[in-house]
């Protein structure tokens, strides 16, 4: 069962929404985010990245950025860029890219829900990236970026969405890189109650994306129950932000590796040590090999590109060793590439399959010695991970659109 809850959101007034809106603060690096918000004062990566505002050589984890962005949070609010509501609403987010399109429920989910799984977790967390939006989030007093939340659809839920966005939306933008942006407020407390109760009825939610920003708020969560043992459960900081949708709107792309050697290995006794391995190897010239079902990969060695096809023998009867990243990593980067830990390997980086097979094909004639492309892990195969307990592999997933940042915020 799961608890789902209004608050009131500080966002931006109407006529601002457009220049705030930004990407999220950690698909981009410091330099990428000051030319996206060079010329525009309003941009949220002012707050959601702030050391853009600072000198060059500012370490991004000084004292100084975090409260660079409570300072510039302030400015918003004084000069009326952005407000917060009077009173507690869920509020309907629909983003909409190259004709997806997704609708979810902004609300705020519980801290001891996290802590207890009723919602669901599938990656590792790295402790210093978890720090560093404890402090963003603590300084600023606010969540100021959602959780990507997802759960197994309920037509009580949609039903409920779908008759809120028959209505004028307060917001309908349309961001830099094309993706369409709309909210609707759901003041209402029939339609409040409504919606609380439906997520009742659903027995558990699940992260599709930011669980260094879900860590990172109950590390804040619990850090404030220590500075105030008399809390009674109700307060702000026992809940963190988040937009939910259901499994069946959102779309996952490959998750794919490119490595920078072939631990000494020509390419010729590569693909022979791939076939060894257990993958079936044939040439697909050099036309990019996008793989078009489970188990089957593509690679690109120089100018060519290789179809590889995983062997029965060599595919685990497991949720985990059964994914594409595990096949090729426990088969192939592994033994063969000796690549043993993938998340602090420096010889391997990995590429969002929004980029495309010309994302792969850039990044081998800039140098990297092999590509390999992997197909999409699935929305069930997420869940049943995260019902089992278990672990997914590093970058085994990549959701688009991200989550427009700066539309609204959780005030702590």
């Keep these: ?63 100084a950025v975090y409260e660079r962005a409570r300072d510039n949070i302030g400015k918003f609010i004084d000069e009326g860029i952005m407000k917060q509501d009077e009173s507690p609403s869920f509020y309907i987010y629909r983003q909409i890219m190259n004709g ?31 720090q560093d939006r404890i402090n963003h989030f603590d300084i600023c ?19 409920l969405t779908e008759a809120v966005c028959a209505e004028t939306p307060e917001y309908d933008i349309t961001g830099d890189d094309g993706v369409r942006h709309m909210l609707w407020i759901v003041g209402d407390e029939e339609k409040i ?18 669980h260094h920003r879900s860590a990172s708020a109950c590390g ?31 779309r996952v792309y490959d998750y794919n590796r490119v490595v920078q050697d072939l631990n000494g290995l020509s ?55 059964s994914l594409d ?20 390997d420096s010889r391997i980086d990995f590429v969002g399959g929004i980029r495309g097979m010309h994302g792969l094909e850039k990044r081998v004639a800039e140098g990297m010695a092999a590509a390999f492309a992997v197909y999409p892990v699935s929305i069930s195969s997420l869940m049943d991970v995260a019902d089992n307990g278990m672990v997914m592999p590093p970058k085994s997933t990549w959701f688009e659109p991200k989550l427009g940042s700066g539309l609204f915020m959780h005030m702590l």
């Excluded at 129950?225 to 069946?248: C, H, L, Q, T």
């Excluded at 090729?328 to 000796?338: A, E, I, K, M």
């Design 220 to 250: 804040v969560g619990e850090k404030r129950r220590k500075e105030n043992p008399g809390y009674d459960g109700s307060e702000e900081f026992n809940y963190f932000m988040a937009v939910i949708f259901p499994d069946e709107d959102l």
């Design 325 to 344: 990243v595990s096949v090729l990593q426990d088969n192939l980067l592994g033994p063969v590439l000796r690549i043993d830990d993938p998340r602090t």
């Design 141 to 159: 007093n606010a969540d100021t970026e959602p959780v990507f939340l997802t759960y197994r659809k309920q037509e009580t839920i949609r039903s």
């Design 100 to 130: 997806n399109v997704q609708t979810g429920i902004v609300g705020c989910v519980s801290v001891d829900e996290y802590l207890d799984n009723t919602i669901k977790k599938h990656e590792l967390t790295r402790v210093e990236k978890e």
């Design 267 to 321: 390419e010729q006794e590569f693909l022979i040590a791939a076939e060894n391995a257990g993958f079936e190897v044939s040439e697909a010239g050099t036309a990019a090999c996008r793989p078009e079902r489970p188990h089957e990969f593509g690679m690109l060695l120089g100018e060519t590109w290789y179809k590889l096809t995983a062997s029965e023998s060599i595919i685990p009867d497991d949720p985990i060793g």
């Design 1 to 63: 069962m799961a608890t789902v809850r209004p608050f009131r959101a500080l966002r931006p007034d109407r006529k601002y929404a457009k220049d705030v809106v930004s990407l999220p603060y950690d698909v981009m690096n410091r330099q990428e985010a000051a030319e996206m918000a060079a010329g525009d004062p309003y941009s949220f990566l002012h707050i959601c990245r702030s050391e853009i505002d600072m000198p060059e050589d500012t370490d991004p984890y000084d004292k």
């Design 193 to 210: 109650g409504a919606v609380t109760a439906a997520f009742r009825d659903v027995p558990s939610l699940y992260i599709a994306d930011g």
